[in-house]
């Protein structure tokens, strides 16, 4: 079994920033990758940004060059460091886990961009 903590989401003017954190702990055996996803209001879940064992990135292209994605393997925690916030970008925000045993969710943390 795999837990993960996500920690980071509030409410945030537009222009704003916010940092979200996702820990995993329990049984991770190797872990592929990290990411983070994120859902709208009356929307589908949606890719924001991954991040590979190696440190290969991807992003959606809706958020480059305004949110970053790192990790610290040793903690394994993943971070989404999040500038320029629009209020586009309100969602409960969802970190997941690729592991050699499977994929895993974390709760979701929510973000609201509004003045």
């Known amino acids: 079994q795999v837990q993960l903590v996500e920690s980071g989401g509030g409410l945030v003017q537009p222009g704003g920033s916010l940092r979200l954190s996702c820990a995993a702990s329990?049984?991770?055996?190797?872990?592929?990758?990290m990411g983070w996803y994120r859902q709208a209001p009356g929307k589908q879940r949606e890719l924001v940004a991954t991040?590979?064992?190696?440190?290969?990135?991807n992003y959606a292209a809706s958020v480059k060059g305004r949110l970053t994605i790192s990790r610290d393997s040793a903690k394994n925690t993943v971070y989404l460091q999040m500038n320029s916030l629009e209020p586009e970008d309100t969602a409960v925000y969802y970190c997941?886990?690729?592991?050699?045993?499977?994929?895993?969710w974390g709760q979701g943390t929510q973000v609201t961009v509004s003045s």
């Open positions: 997941k886990v690729f592991t050699v045993m499977g994929s895993y």
């Open positions: 329990g049984s991770i055996f190797s872990i592929a990758a």
């Open positions: 991040i590979s064992s190696g440190g290969s990135t």
